[in-house]
Antibody
Framework: EVQLVESGGGLVQPGGSLRLSCAASGFTVSSNYMSWVRQAPGKGLDWVSVIYSDGSTYYADSVKGRFTISRDNSKNTLFLQMNSLRAEDTAVYYC???????????WGQGTLVTVSS | DIQMTQSPSSLSASVGDRVTITCRASQSISSFLNWYQQKPGKAPKLLIYAASSLQSGVPSRFRGGGSGTDFTLTISSLQPEDFATYYCQQTYSTPPWTFGQGTKVEIK
């Protein structure tokens, strides 16, 4: 059974850093495209980043240069390193597995990041 | 970046109604269009991928259509469990892969 479990969210001050983790089971992270999507309170879905199986990475303009997506193949885990955090980064962050036809078929439960002083 | 515009932003409908949501891309995205359903406090759920392919386990009352820039999600007979927010997403070519702003389907 495919399962994604995010962790690492919490309260952080503006300008601070946080690293989110997404532990996967039931499939191999490195063989799939994996992505992060966020949702600010009461708002819509906001695409953040994707890492391809070949290691290529892409980011939304709003996080480029501040966020880094990566994976640890030995731990079968996806990460999102978030630096220089801003109030507008406050959101629930979801990790998701991208299917063969580019649909996001599996999602984690989400982890809340709050950026506030 | 490709912009996705959904309409309407919200709608009220009754159980049994036929409901259609529209999604328009700012440029052609072929059939690289997905539809998701999200209920409060839950992760999104994939309904339709590649514009018209039904995700496994999704009821057949959900139908996706369109190609190029204009797409639709139709629910043929609205059920109580279908009241939720629906999002389209384009996954065409090089990311970013953007979402529409969402359509909230409420009970009339």
């Amino acid at each position: 059974e495919v399962q994604l479990v995010e962790s690492g969210g919490g309260l952080v001050q503006p300008g601070g850093s946080l690293r989110l983790s997404c532990a996967a089971s039931g499939f191999t992270v490195s063989s799939n495209y994996m992505s992060w999507v966020r949702q600010a309170p009461g708002k819509g879905l906001d695409w953040v980043s994707v890492i391809y199986s070949d290691g290529s990475t892409y980011y939304a303009d709003s996080v480029k240069g501040r966020f880094t997506i990566s994976r640890d193949n030995s731990k079968n885990t996806l990460f999102l390193q978030m630096n220089s955090l801003r109030a507008e980064d406050t959101a629930v962050y979801y990790c998701a597995r991208v299917g063969n036809s580019y649909g996001y078929g599996y999602w984690g439960q989400g982890t809340l990041v709050t950026v506030s002083s | 970046d490709i912009q996705m515009t959904q309409s309407p932003s919200s709608l009220s409908a009754s159980v049994g109604d036929r409901v259609t949501i529209t999604c328009r891309a700012s440029q052609s995205i072929s059939s690289f269009l997905n539809w998701y359903q999200q209920k409060p406090g839950k992760a999104p759920k994939l309904l339709i991928y590649a514009a018209s392919s039904l995700q496994s386990g999704v009821p057949s009352r959900f139908r996706g259509g369109g190609s190029g820039t204009d797409f639709t999600l139709t629910i043929s007979s609205l059920q109580p469990e279908d009241f939720a927010t629906y999002y389209c997403q384009q996954t065409y070519s090089t990311p970013p892969w953007t979402f529409g702003q969402g359509t909230k389907v409420e009970i009339k």
